[in-house]
């Protein structure tokens, strides 16, 4: 898999998006547009963003992605809970306040590649190390920090960027964070497997609609959770109420959850060297047919839709019947991201060894290496 750390991956999708999230400060966006165009473009953003040399070292699961529907409905009903019976304006405050944590790191990490060649090397290869000492009883071990002098500069107007949106809560500085929340949630999480993601998409999908159409839990949290975990397109076509501007809301998980998927299928792509069928494309243009989908039920009946309802089938649909049409159906479900990064190691190594092995018998005598030493040796270099 070829990997330039030196080039922004997809330069012209992450231009588009930024000139998106701007543009509706100074147009009238048609909100709905706004939706697919923002969420298609972030997806894609985030799945190039994710090609790297080597696999993520932590994966999901079979039993994560089993477990995954099953820890979302607690958190999600321990919220409905909370805003329930407890003062609103402090869950969100002490909430927004750990958001915006996240957020500054998350808006560093997005900017970084963007960055990096505006600046001399060493601004992104020198590590900046801090050793917090061991704290009786609060922390044993102590706890370390490393971070490069380019992120240490960009996190100072990150910083205050999440200052401005946690006084403010502008819609703007919202979208800011949840795009970078977005991004670095397709960039850094894997499922592993295809069949990871097919049983984690399964189970959402079902998530999904119980929590939306069962209960008044889904909509309830959405309205009055004051945090980033949403984008928000403002409707130049909705009367203001109470003075205030109306939004349309499209949840981070319809964005990531999804997108860790697609992402997952480009690196198979680029596993294969895209000498193949592009399952990316199709999953790809699943999940923009899913989301079309979702917004025109919306108009249609005028009601909160949840959108894995009609993006899961869309993607899943889309791949597997790409799949079925070319014989790979099997291939494709049972394809392991850690396992193909293990087997390129492997040759990389039985490589070496015969180099190794080949660069020895030229010595000859007793220091000549037999085939399985040079296999051991050539594990060294894998």
């Known amino acids: 898999m070829a990997y330039d750390a030196s080039r922004l991956p997809a330069p012209w999708a992450h231009a588009a998006l930024g000139l998106l999230a701007v543009l509706p400060l100074v147009f009238d966006v048609p909100a709905n547009v706004n939706i697919v165009l923002t969420a298609v473009l972030t997806v894609c953003v985030g799945s190039w963003r994710s090609l790297k ?12 992605a089993m477990k995954f529907p099953l820890v979302g409905s607690c958190v999600l009903f321990s919220l409905y809970l909370a805003f329930k019976f407890l003062p609103k304006e402090t869950i969100n405050a002490i909430l927004s306040a750990y958001f915006v944590f996240l957020g500054m790191l ?47 500069l ?6 205050a960027f999440c200052v401005w949106y946690y006084r403010r809560k502008h819609w703007f500085a919202n979208n800011v964070l949840g795009l970078a929340f977005s ?13 990871n993601g097919v049983i984690l998409l399964c189970g959402l999908f079902f ?25 928000l397109f403002p409707r130049a076509d909705a009367l203001a109420v109470d003075g205030k501007a109306q939004f349309s809301m499209l949840g981070l998980g319809d964005i990531v959850i999804p997108g860790i998927f697609v992402a997952l299928l480009l690196r198979y792509d680029a596993v294969r060297h895209f ?13 923009t047919a899913g989301l079309v989908a979702t917004i025109v039920v919306m108009n249609v009946f005028q009601a909160a839709q949840p959108a894995l309802l009609y993006i899961v089938p869309s993607v899943l649909g889309f791949v597997f019947i790409h799949a079925a049409m ?14 193909e990064g293990e087997a390129e190691q492997g040759q990389e190594g039985e490589q070496a060894a015969d180099a190794h092995a080949a660069a020895s018998s030229k010595d000859g005598g007793p220091g000549v290496l037999t085939r399985a030493a040079a296999q051991a040796e050539g594990k060294k270099y894998s």
């Open 53 to 64: 040399p080597d696999p993520p070292s932590e994966s999901m699961t079979k039993k994560d």
């Open 106 to 152: 998350a808006i560093v990490a997005s900017l970084e590649p963007q960055l990096t060649p505006l600046f001399p090397a060493w601004w992104s290869e020198r590590e900046l190390k801090i050793r917090i000492p061991a704290i009786p009883v609060v922390l044993k071990e102590g706890l370390g920090f490393s971070f490069t002098p380019l992120e240490l």
């Open 154 to 159: 960009t996190s100072l107007p990150a910083s």
């Open 183 to 195: 991004i670095q949630g397709i960039e850094h999480l894997s499922l592993g497997a295809v069949q």
């Open 207 to 231: 998530y999904d609609i119980f929590w939306v159409f069962g209960t008044p839990v889904m909509v309830h949290v959405a309205k009055n959770f004051d945090a980033p975990i949403k984008l």
């Open 275 to 287: 000498k193949q069928a592009r399952y990316f494309h199709s999953a790809f243009a699943g999940y």
């Open 326 to 339: 070319r014989g790979e159906v099997r291939e494709l479900f049972f394809w392991h991201e850690k396992e």
